[in-house]
Nanobody, 123 residues
């Protein structure tokens, strides 16, 4: 069982930046890929970014490519999402997820989920 806790959300103006963190309850460096998803009101949960167990491979949704950066610090069992040039359409509840396998980009790929952290971008 892996417990995930997100933090770092908040209210920011368009063009601003935020860094989200996802702390895992156990060592995830050995074989866990991790990802970020988001869900806006009335919409389905959508993929944002994913990273493999070593951090050597990453993958991004087209909507965030060039603005968001996913990374991880396995010594701290923590994953990050640096979000720059934020837009109002980035407003959503952001979830981190983990799976004990390779990269995944759909919600059904992941076994473990956090409770989410709210990101609100004002125009």
């Amino acid at each position: 069982q892996v417990l995930l806790v997100e933090s770092g959300g908040g209210l920011v103006q368009a063009g601003g930046s935020l860094r989200l963190s996802c702390a895992a309850s156990k060592r995830t460096s050995s074989n866990y890929a991790m990802g970020w998803f988001r869900q806006a009101p009335g919409k389905e949960r959508e993929f944002v970014a994913a990273i493999n167990w070593s951090g050597g491979r990453t993958y991004y949704a087209d909507s965030v490519k060039g603005r968001f950066t996913i990374s991880r610090d396995n010594a701290k069992n923590t994953m990050y999402l640096q979000m720059n040039s934020l837009k109002p359409e980035d407003t959503a509840l952001y979830y981190c997820a983990a799976r004990n396998s390779g990269l995944g980009i759909t919600t059904t790929d992941y076994n473990y989920w956090g409770q989410g952290t709210q990101v609100t971008v004002s125009s």
